[in-house]
């Protein structure tokens, strides 16, 4: 088929050939218009205006996005979940997050290799199809003009589309309103059974989220069509079954609930009991939804029908937007780097944070350019029973880096994971947390270990050990002494071997946090007034606030330090009183390091707590560190080999039924 769209009338040929919705054109409900620039917006076509030489003539770099100037989105002219009128002489774009089609996606990693697009409008004004390459740079395919009832086909190839590149129509209204009634993205083929889903939440205390969830779910039906079942593990002690209107949700979706009580065995326990019901109850997809997200419930619909088509069995997850700022993408799709073994974006024009309503998708570069990852958060991410059954369950390691792994191992075993634009939720993101200090570090520490012994190309993983050991000393000359000690902790349990993971899922946690009521840094008081007023006993030397070191002084200056540090006493002024107050923003280590006491807020805003210098604690834990982490490069090749080695036991759905009847409680249908 060409770029260029068919005539309008279809033939009688058109009319006998099947066609199957990729992607419908969907906008937002009445209570979410300030989520309106990721569906619908006005203004300009213009796309990224790309540099000739690639510098104006004074050597500054051209500007890579800015947003078009537009008129005003009325709310009133949303007439439903699928139709909008635009008022007579505007335009309005459905080159959006939500509505554009990503057409590069659906080239590099389906079996489709070209798209209709049908446009069902009333009015007079014009349909305007659009597209883009990956550089951003747009390019007009085809004009229809329409009057009275229509409905418009644009047939187009995705032979260009490479390396990136969206698809997208505008309309533009004439002499009156033109009313959009609806549009899909549309391919050629037989029609097939859909895939059936089981979709699964892990929750903690999260009833309000949860309640939130199942009700937006019971209201979409059609998100819910090829769903079997809605499984919610509910490891808390706030159970959402006791919520007020739990029985009418529950109702109202229809016999597919179920609740599964279990106790806390962390995100990586309950996620694989909803892979684990998933192959059980014959699905053909696992989805895996967090509980403090609010989901868009068409993504549902546009992961299975991705899945669905993808060439080879491949995880397909959605993005996460910020929940308090709803047109802030927070994460559009991650790799990890093989030598830190941290988390990265997959090329270095992506911007963490873009918010659309600064600027749109027609005229941000990067987001045009296809992104390949290496793995999806468990945020909303859709794994097909068949990759379950071969490559089993997430690791026993409570909570984080159990997604990384798991993308990781299944990219290892030929089934590769896509983050595909236009589905998504909106999360808590992580501006909000600060999940490496307190009772999360522990987890943190080993399991990105336990993920580099598995995964790293290699020999002793890189740069993973020494970067252990250097943020171990960063959090110590901060002193952060409750993180230290936890930080400690993982090395000692990642050294004893994997068959203890499953032991410690219920154990570990409870532990950890009776270990860190014996420090004051996490000791949190809500009001800052809660600790004596803060007093230096000497002013700031010359009327300035600690600075960062320079790379070429950080040595050196990183050495007298920790000398200080160890070797100068505690003043008692400083024992009873803070020196100052610290904002979570301004808690750098080598700020931290040069006080030797502060109130210090943590990251939610929520409380502070009391930072205290203590030489003999810094002494002791830097010393263990050093230890551990020593032996850890020793034993390197040999830990990888046992941790490779047991994988597949302890990741198997045997070893997991084990741990699962161990911690089951009353269940609910």
Not at 574 to 602: C, K, L, Y
């Amino acid at each position: 088929m060409s770029v260029e769209a068919k005539a309008e009338n279809e033939t009688v040929e058109d009319l006998q050939k099947n066609w199957r919705i990729l992607q419908r054109v969907i906008l937002p409900s009445q209570s979410q218009m300030d989520t309106v620039p990721l569906y619908m917006d006005s203004g300009s076509a213009t796309g990224v205006q790309l540099p000739t030489m690639g510098q104006d003539p004074y050597g500054s770099p051209r500007p890579q996005s800015a947003n078009g100037a537009g008129t005003e989105v009325h709310v009133e002219d949303f007439l439903s979940r699928r139709s909008t009128s635009v008022r007579s002489g505007e335009r309005v774009s459905f080159g959006t997050y939500f509505n554009a089609f990503p057409a590069s996606y659906w080239r590099r990693w389906t079996t489709v290799n070209s798209v209709r697009l049908s446009v069902k409008t009333s009015g007079i004004g014009a349909v305007i199809v659009y597209k883009s390459n990956a550089r951003g740079s747009l390019q007009r395919v085809d004009t229809r003009r329409v009057d009275g009832h229509a409905t418009n086909t644009f047939d187009l190839t995705l032979t260009p589309f490479g390396d990136g590149g969206w698809y997208w129509f505008d309309l533009v209204a004439g002499s009156e309103p033109l009313v959009l009634k609806e549009a899909q993205w549309q391919s050629e083929g037989e029609a097939k059974r859909a895939g059936s889903v089981t979709l699964e939440i892990t929750t903690l205390n999260k009833t309000d989220f949860c309640m939130n969830n199942l009700r937006l779910l019971s209201e979409h039906p059609e998100a819910l069509e090829n769903v079997k079942e809605v499984i919610l593990v509910d490891q808390g002690t706030q159970k959402v079954e006791d919520a007020d209107g739990f029985e009418d949700v529950a109702a109202a979706l229809g016999g597919k609930l179920r609740v599964i009580n279990q106790g806390n065995i962390g995100g990586s326990g309950g996620f694989s009991r909803g892979m684990y019901e998933a192959v059980e109850n014959g699905s053909d997809y696992a989805l895996l939804m967090d509980d403090d997200i609010v989901v868009e419930p068409e993504s549902i619909v546009r992961l299975l029908t991705f899945a669905d088509l993808c060439k080879t069995p491949s995880i397909v997850g959605g993005h996460m937007f910020d929940l308090y700022n709803r047109t802030v993408l927070h994460t559009f799709g991650e790799i990890v780097n093989p030598y830190r073994f941290q988390p990265a974006l997959p090329h270095e024009d992506m911007i963490l944070g873009h918010d659309f309503m600064r600027s749109n998708l027609r005229h941000t570069s990067w987001l045009h350019r296809r992104c390949d990852v290496d793995y999806n958060g468990w945020w909303m991410c859709m794994i097909p029973t068949k990759v379950i059954r071969e490559i089993g369950l997430s690791l026993p390691i409570f909570i984080k880096w159990d997604d990384a792994e798991y993308g990781l191992r299944a990219k290892e075993a030929g089934f590769p994971t896509v983050s595909l634009p236009g589905a998504a939720v909106w999360h808590v993101s992580w501006i909000d947390k600060d999940d490496l200090v307190g009772w999360q570090a522990y987890f943190h520490a080993r399991n990105r270990i336990i993920t580099a012994l598995i995964h790293s190309p290699y020999e002793h993983g890189g740069r993973v050990v020494r970067e252990s050991n250097y943020n171990d000393i960063k959090h110590l000359v901060s002193m952060q002494y409750a993180t230290g000690r936890g930080r400690n902790m993982a090395l000692e349990d990642l050294l004893a071997g994997p068959e203890h993971l499953h032991a410690l899922l219920p154990e570990k946690l409870p532990e950890i946090r009776e270990m860190m009521k014996g420090y004051s840094d996490s000791q949190f008081a809500a009001e800052p007034d809660s600790y004596p007023t803060p007093k230096m006993a000497k002013p700031p030397r010359h009327g300035h606030g600690v600075r960062q070191p320079s790379k070429m002084s950080l040595l050196p200056w990183a050495a007298k330090t920790i000398v200080r540090q160890l070797t100068k006493p505690v003043t008692a002024l400083s024992m009873e009183r803070p020196q100052t107050s610290v904002a979570h923003q301004d808690n750098r280590w080598w700020r931290m390091s040069q006080f030797d006491s502060a109130v210090v807020t943590n990251a939610e805003g929520t409380g502070a707590s009391w930072y205290k210098r203590d030489p003999k604690q810094l002494r002791e834990m830097l010393a263990e560190s050093a230890r551990l982490h020593a032996v850890l490069l020793r034993d390197w090749q040999k830990l990888s080999a046992e941790y490779k080695a047991a994988l597949p036991a302890i990741t198997s759905f045997e070893e997991w039924k084990k741990t699962f009847d161990a911690h089951s409680e009353n269940q609910s249908q």
